[in-house]
């Protein structure tokens, strides 16, 4: 038994409910807070949270702990969506979700949990924090398929040491068990793919309510027009869906894909050819560099790396490093590496850190 209280991030889903049940039932004080991150209603006139903190008190209720909640909306804005207003303004794609952890998870909310009388947080995001010695390292959670290290790889020494991850020790099939099994509301609940705290909206209709259309011209990579767009932060690098190329004469039936965004042309270029090399690179250019350990890492440094979400580890050497730079190399051409995407580095279950992609060779 613990009379420490931890305070869990609680979202209305199946992992950060049981996230809640397993320290109750490890003996902690356990609060719930609920963040409301997003003050914007969707294109239909809905709150996209109001059915969250619904479920999210019925879990509370079921599990007899208290339930505090928060604005962190304003946060939200100013530290998470301009800058992915700004990023998609500037042609590039980028990942809200690394940001949203940074800035809000485990900054804004950890600090009014702290406030709260919390001695740590808890999320339910599957991941695992070890302690060697006096240093904290972030792991890889154990259900290879829900792992998600990669959206908190700007996590600092401080913010480690006050966290919990209970569920980076289960797969997702058993937590969905121990929830149904625990009776509460979120087991069957389906998993969130929107964009971080904004929810599941028609990403192009969403982003035109904040970057109006600037329609340009569609060309393949002989400079024909075969095509116009909307704009081209509208779409990312090997993109296929979306495009509404209709027949055009001379080519062939298959699939177009984005293989290069012009900005300075507002010119969208693609080619049919999945492998094109354009949508090929063997090295890249990263900056804004977060290590874990606050230590730079000797180079060369071999170790491995994902550019994407889900994307299986990539071999890689990293060269060229400096505080807030580097380039990378990888052993195998890597297809649509996307400029203000992540690319996050590995050694073996550890996660080191990682930056933002600026450019490719």
Not at 160 to 189: M, S
Not at 274 to 293: C, F, M
Not at 297 to 302: H, L, S
């Amino acid at each position: 038994m613990s009379d420490d209280k931890i305070i869990v991030g609680i979202s209305g889903g199946v992992d950060s409910s049981v996230t809640a049940m397993l320290l109750k039932q490890q003996g902690y004080t356990v609060e719930a807070l609920f963040m409301k991150n997003w003050d914007e209603k969707s294109e239909d006139g809905a709150c996209m949270w109001e059915a969250d903190v619904e479920d999210a008190m019925q879990v509370c209720e079921t599990l007899d702990i208290p339930l505090n909640t928060v604005d962190l909306s304003a946060d939200y804005w100013d530290s998470v969506f301009k800058d992915f207003l700004s990023e998609y303004k500037n042609g590039r794609t980028p990942n809200p979700d690394v940001l949203c952890n940074q800035e809000i998870k485990f900054k804004a909310f950890l600090e009014h949990a702290l406030s709260l009388g919390a001695s740590k947080i808890a999320t339910g995001h599957y991941a695992r924090v070890a302690q060697q010695q006096e240093a904290f390292q972030l792991l890889k959670g154990m259900d290879s398929n829900k792992d998600q290290s990669y959206f908190l790889c700007r996590l600092n020494q401080t913010q480690l040491q006050k966290t919990l991850f209970p569920i980076g020790e289960l797969e997702k099939a058993d937590v969905r068990f121990r929830a149904e099994k625990a009776g509460l509301i979120t087991h069957n609940k389906k998993d969130s793919t929107g964009i971080c705290f904004i929810g599941e909206q028609p990403f192009r209709q969403f982003l035109q309510r904040y970057i109006p259309p600037d329609p340009g011209y569609i060309k393949d990579t002989n400079g024909k027009i075969i095509a116009e767009h909307d704009g081209v932060f509208y779409y990312t690098l090997g993109q296929r869906q979306g495009l509404g190329i209709g027949g055009v004469s001379g080519a062939s039936e298959l699939p177009w894909y984005v293989v290069e965004k012009d900005i300075q042309e507002n010119v969208l270029v693609v080619a049919q050819d999945h492998d094109h090399p354009l949508l090929h690179s063997q090295t890249l250019a990263a900056s804004e560099l977060h290590w874990i350990s606050g230590e730079l890492p000797a180079t060369p440094y071999r170790c491995k790396a994902k550019n994407r979400y889900r994307q299986a580890d990539q071999d890689c050497v990293i060269e060229s490093l400096e505080p807030d730079s580097c380039t990378v190399r990888f052993d195998q051409s890597q297809r649509a590496v996307t400029p203000g995407q992540f690319i996050v580095f590995y050694e073996d279950s550890v996660c080191l850190g990682g930056g933002i992609i600026d450019s490719t060779n």
